[in-house]
């Protein structure tokens, strides 16, 4: 068990909807990062925050949008959703944003969309 | 260019085969990391190892040793011994600091390891 908890573990969906992620990192670390492993495009970085802020971003679609709250767990937000958008969502946390710190998974959140 | 190359998409051996498994890497960056993930069949991804650039040693942990090579750019990993139980997706994946100080991961496409009975 990383420490890290995403939420639901599974979520089916149809086309044009809208759906949010939820994730909440180790204790005490401070940058949230998602990723989406796709058979189209594998595993990809999708978008890091720290501290509440955007700290980089990926190949994330304008569809989808994150954000960190004071807490520190972090919510990924997608919309209009198409069949394409089917594929499981990491959530990794670090202690810190930087190349220092090793980055730990969630189970993983698997969209389908239908 | 960042980028992780994982020539072997699929790979079966049969029980207490040594396997390795290939990964090579680009990047811009003196500075940079190098992983090893997991990915079981139940989905999660289970970290292996991390290694920094300057640090050229070969690693072994149990069964499992990895070969890092910056005069080929490659970080190979060696199962000794298989089991069923190492049946999975094995992903590569570098992170550097190549536009900004971030930490996001690059993962190579995988490499499925099948280990017969």
């Known amino acids: 068990d990383s420490g890290v908890t995403q939420t639901p573990k599974h979520l089916i969906t149809a086309t044009g909807q809208r759906v949010t992620l939820r994730c909440s990192p180790r204790?005490?670390?401070?940058?949230v990062y998602w990723y989406q492993q796709s058979l189209d495009q594998g595993l990809q970085f999708l978008i890091q925050?720290?501290?509440?802020?955007?700290?980089a971003k990926g190949n994330i679609l304008e569809r989808f949008s994150a954000q960190q709250f004071p807490d520190l767990h972090s919510e990924l937000n997608l919309s209009s959703l198409e069949l394409g958008d089917s594929a499981l969502y990491f959530c990794?946390?670090?202690?810190?944003?930087?190349?220092?710190?090793?980055?730990?998974f969630g189970p993983g959140t698997r969209l389908t969309v239908t | 260019a960042q980028k992780v190359t994982q020539a072997q998409t699929e790979i079966s051996v049969v029980e207490k085969e040594d396997v390795t498994l290939d990964c090579v890497y680009e990047?811009?960056?003196?500075?940079?990391?190098l992983f090893w993930y997991k990915q079981p069949p139940s989905g999660e991804l289970v970290f292996l190892i991390r290694r920094n650039s300057f640090d050229e040693q070969n690693e072994i942990s149990g069964r499992y040793s990895w070969n890092f090579q910056k005069s080929t750019s490659s970080f190979n990993f060696t199962i000794t011994a298989s089991q069923v139980v190492d049946s999975a997706v094995y992903f590569c994946?570098?992170?550097?600091?190549?536009?900004?100080?971030?930490?996001?991961?690059?993962f190579g496409t995988g490499t499925l390891l099948a280990v017969q009975p």
């Open positions: 925050y720290y501290n509440g802020e955007e700290r």
């Open positions: 990794a946390s670090s202690f810190r944003g930087d190349l220092t710190n090793e980055q730990y």
């Open positions: 990047t811009r960056d003196t500075t940079y990391y």
């Open positions: 204790s005490g670390d401070l940058s």
């Open positions: 994946a570098l992170s550097d600091i190549y536009g900004g100080a971030t930490n996001k991961l690059i």
